[in-house]
């Protein structure tokens, strides 16, 4: 223990949202440049409101955590709102992550962006916070 403060423990003991919606609006899969690990998060869109969402991963605790409280942060949230989510505000939800873990918050960050522009490339919308990205 130390390591890792109770919040990130309850979120990589009881993960949130793990698994995969019956039919998805967008799906984002993002890998590691840092450790080749591979995170997939799924999103149910409607007006303009993520309703729900499901993560995947092979990744560590870490990026486990981060996933789940990721997942949590975007339901309800508009996609616009859920667009100005960082890795760094995951990892401040989440109380702080150890310094060599912070790269696999980054998955979450980066495969809940890519689950949003699949959904807006089908639906031929534009949102603030998507531009730039691939
Ligand atoms: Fe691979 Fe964290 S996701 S070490
Ligand atoms: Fe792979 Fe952390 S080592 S994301």
Redesign the pocket.
């Known amino acids: 223990m130390g390591l890792y403060n109770d919040t990130v423990m309850d979120h990589f003991m009881n993960p949130r949202n793990v698994g995969e919606l019956e039919n998805p609006d967008g799906t984002g899969v993002y890998g590691?440049p840092v450790?080749g690990?591979m995170m997939q998060v799924q999103v149910k869109i409607e007006d303009d409101i993520i309703k729900d969402a499901k993560f995947k991963t092979f990744?560590?605790g870490?990026?486990i955590a981060s996933s789940s409280m990721a997942t949590e942060m975007i339901i309800g949230k508009p996609v616009e709102e859920a667009l100005e989510i960082t890795n760094k505000t995951i990892i401040d939800e989440l109380g702080g992550l150890p310094p060599v873990?912070v790269h696999?918050s980054v998955?979450a960050d980066h495969a809940i962006k890519s689950a949003i522009y699949d959904y807006a490339q089908k639906n031929g919308k534009h949102y603030k916070g998507l531009e730039g990205f691939d």
């Open positions: 590691s450790c690990d990744g560590c870490s990026a873990k696999c998955l």
